[in-house]
């Protein structure tokens, strides 16, 4: 039986994402390899170079750390026991997304110091939050929530009746946390830790804020401070490469793991008793940290800056922000449905590349991929250089990978024989497609849409770099209060972020739970 081609309608859009994904690093490769052989050799071989990479791979580990010492066991408490409001505590546990990396960081700083929150509140004066430990601490209250719903998941699909047979053989706990649980949690530990361990090396407004010297700030510092591109492009490349090099570890650990055994039993919830107020506890005590930390901060900064505050400058980068934000969230998903379309349809090598290619751009650092985009543009339309088309191209092939996962999902639950159901009664294949299947998408599309807009608002380091002379996003304006010490200023611009933010988290999350009950 032949194979049916794909319709050229679909193959053009997943053709153009996979090419504007790849050339601006096939740019950023010609830029590093166009210096002679000595400038590259003296740029590798600096000692600072092993000071970057020490650096970078201490973040990362201190960052997996303590998200796991967090994630894990409450995982364990959502899943495995009888805790009281098990649905409350997976909120508290997931909201703290919406607090990005650079907000989190401003709430440690405007904790600490002689004016900061705990000094002016209680008394109590810390020393100011910086260096590892203070980047290792904003990246971890923001990113342990993806640690946390991986487990969370692999828990809910775990097999108890292993679990229940090992205590019947006489295991200890931790014998059998060791030798029973953790190997069937192992394949979503590795795959929480590349997402959290790319997003801690990729990194640049908490680094940045934290005045922590790792590759992603001494990017930025050597494009913009030294006008060293060269060097900058190196530097990129050698980010990209311990991103490669993370992808493929992840590969290897991962691979012919099973995450079941088969048929699968919930094992017996373990009754917590009187432990139930120290659950509670623990949980409110992370609430607080990730939580409450930040809306406390920005309450005591706001009220000090309130006499001050420019309604003005908040209402443009809002603006700013949505007009970026929204052309490129609807670009991104419609050019994700076609690829999602094409893998799952036509199956073939070029619905494969084109899909693997589409998550190029996301495994993308941020930084390298702004730094690759202003070289491609310089060589090929200079006159765009620093537009608003230029920023939300990079935010399409930034993003769009994020949503393919829904929309494939949803492509996957409507079988393509309804479709074909329709062509046999007389509709062409355009008009069976719109009738059939594009109104059981559109729920998907705007939870994919949704999810986007979010991580676009959020960004700051494809702005920081690439957006026009004059715009400020929410997040630039953050970065760039913040990083001159007016904390009060910068307080009316994180608030309005992380309430927006928290807003469609929730929304995102009420309609998972709402798709997990139908």
Not at 36 to 45: H, K, V
Not at 158 to 186: C, H, K, N
Not at 356 to 370: N, W
Not at 428 to 451: D, K, N
């Amino acid at each position: 039986m032949r194979k049916r081609r794909p319709p050229l309608i679909l193959v053009l859009p997943a053709v153009i994402l996979a090419v504007g994904t790849c050339l601006p690093v096939i740019y950023l490769l010609i830029r590093a390899f166009g210096a002679g052989p000595d400038q590259i050799a003296q740029i590798i071989l600096r000692p600072r170079i092993l000071l970057l990479l020490g650096n970078t791979l201490q973040l990362v580990a201190l960052v997996l750390l303590l998200g796991t010492l967090i994630a894990l066991p409450m995982a364990w408490l959502v899943t495995q026991t009888n805790l009281r409001g098990r649905r409350i505590a997976t909120w508290l546990m997931v909201l703290p997304l919406a607090v990005p990396g650079y907000v989190m960081a401003y709430a440690l700083i405007g904790m600490s110091g002689y004016y900061g929150f705990l000094s002016h509140w209680f008394g109590i004066t810390l020393p100011p939050l910086r260096g590892l430990w203070g980047a290792g601490l904003a990246l971890t209250l923001y990113t342990f929530p993806y640690i946390f719903l991986h487990l969370r998941a692999a828990f809910l699909g775990m097999d108890g009746s292993l679990v229940e047979s090992a205590r019947s053989l006489g295991l200890s706990p931790l014998q059998a946390f060791l030798r029973i649980i953790l190997p069937q949690l192992w394949p979503a530990l590795v795959s929480s830790w590349l997402i959290v361990g790319l997003y801690v090396i990729g990194d640049f407004g908490a680094i940045a804020l934290m005045r922590y010297e790792v590759f992603s700030y001494a990017i930025y510092t050597q494009y913009a401070g030294a006008f060293d591109r060269t060097t900058a492009a190196w530097l990129a490349l050698i980010l990209l490469g311990l991103t490669l090099i993370a992808l493929w570890a992840q590969a290897r650990v991962t691979r012919n793991r099973r995450f079941s055994s088969g048929t699968l039993r919930r094992a017996q919830a373990l009754r917590l008793g009187r432990w139930q107020a120290s659950a509670w506890g623990a949980i409110a005590l992370i609430a607080l940290c990730s939580l409450g930390l930040p809306l406390l901060v920005l309450g005591h900064w706001m009220r000090l800056g309130l006499p001050d505050f420019n309604a003005a400058l908040l209402v443009r980068a809002m603006a700013a922000t949505a007009l970026l934000a929204a052309p490129a969230a609807a670009i991104a998903v419609a050019l994700a449905l076609p690829v999602s379309l094409l893998a799952l349809r036509y199956p073939g090598w070029l619905p494969r590349l084109t899909g693997r290619l589409a998550y190029l751009g996301y495994a993308t650092p941020p930084l390298p991929l702004a730094l690759a985009m202003v070289f491609m543009v310089l060589a090929l339309v200079p006159m765009l250089y620093q537009s608003h088309a230029v920023l939300i191209f990079a935010y399409v092939i930034s993003f769009a990978a994020i949503a393919l996962g829904p929309l494939r999902l949803a492509l996957m639950q409507i079988p393509a024989r309804q479709e074909e159901a329709a062509r046999a009664l007389g509709k062409t294949a355009p008009r069976a497609f719109a009738r059939v299947t594009l109104p059981r998408l559109r729920r998907p599309a705007l939870a994919a849409g949704v999810l986007v807009f979010v991580m676009i608002v959020k960004d700051l380091p494809l702005a920081y770099m690439l957006a026009p002379t004059g715009t400020r996003t929410l997040a630039m304006s953050i970065f760039a209060w913040t990083s001159e010490g007016m904390m009060a200023n910068a307080a009316p611009f994180a608030l309005l972020l992380l309430i927006f933010c928290a807003c469609f988290v929730g929304l995102f999350l009420k309609y998972e739970s709402g798709a997990a009950r139908r």
